[in-house]
Structures are given as structure tokens and as C-alpha cells.
């Protein structure tokens, strides 16, 4: 596998290689992000799941939604990945898990139908309600 990109969890347990160009970088708003993360917003890159391999450890699994299943760390508690249940054609991995988060910056925000009042990037990016797919 030829590395595009690397990156870890915060205690280093687990380990990942990506060995594609991602096909998205993004920031989203959603409600679930929100959840699981404690943060008011998460930036994603999107890459083919042959493009993602785990290189040490074993993330921990937990099922968001119905059709969504996120990684982490058990360790220490990092998020990682999202992955639809119902969509193999692509894996979201968390930009800021990333050895070089700088790498990949966001193209566009998503989700801001469920964005909290405070939260004003002023980076011009393009913004969607849902997702851009879905605007």
C-alpha cells in the first residue's frame, strides 16, 4: 500500500494508512457528528474503503444510526471513521486524526440545518443544508 496519508488515534493505539487522494474533505454540522464527537462540528476527508487500512490496533465499533457505523478508539475514545451500512463505495475519516491534518483542508460545510446558533465560520466555503449531494 503506497501512503497518501497517515494518522492515529490520540494515545497511539491504533494506527491507519491511506493510500488513495481523498475525494472530499469537508466540515459537517450534523447533530450525530455532534453527539459523538463533543465538538460542535467535525472536518471528514472521504476516500474508497480499499484506500483505508488500519496498520496497528483494532478500533472499536459503534453504530450511530441505522445505516451508520463509526470507529474509534477504545483507549482513549477517538473518533476515526463513519461508514453507511448500506453504501460500500466510500469510508469518512477524520481529518483531524490525521498525522498531517493540513494536508487535506475542507472543501465545503455540511449540514448546517442542524448547526448550533454560535458556530459562524466566516471562511466562504460553499455551505449546504444537508449534505452537497443532497442540496
Excluded at 455532534?34 to 496498520?55: H, K, L, M, N
Excluded at 466510500?90 to 454560535?118: G, Q
Aim: hydrophobic content about 30%; proline content about 6%.
Amino acid at each position: 500500500m503506497s501512503k497518501q496519508a497517515t494518522g492515529a488515534c490520540h494515545c497511539g493505539a491504533i494506527r491507519y494508512a491511506i493510500s488513495a487522494k481523498p475525494t472530499n474533505s469537508m466540515i459537517c454540522h450534523c447533530k450525530t457528528c455532534r453527539g459523538v464527537s463533543g465538538a460542535p462540528v467535525v472536518a471528514w476527508i472521504t476516500v474508497a474503503p480499499e484506500a483505508y487500512a488500519v496498520t496497528q490496533g483494532r478500533p472499536k465499533k459503534y453504530k450511530s444510526s441505522a445505516h451508520v457505523e463509526r470507529t474509534f478508539c477504545g483507549a482513549c475514545g477517538t473518533q476515526l471513521t463513519y461508514r453507511r451500512t448500506d453504501d460500500d463505495s466510500y469510508i469518512d475519516v477524520t481529518t483531524a486524526s490525521l498525522d498531517k491534518p493540513n494536508a487535506f483542508p475542507p472543501t465545503h460545510h455540511s449540514w448546517l440545518a442542524h448547526d448550533l446558533d454560535w458556530v459562524k465560520f466566516g471562511d466562504g466555503l460553499p455551505a449546504f443544508q444537508k449534505s452537497r449531494t443532497d442540496d
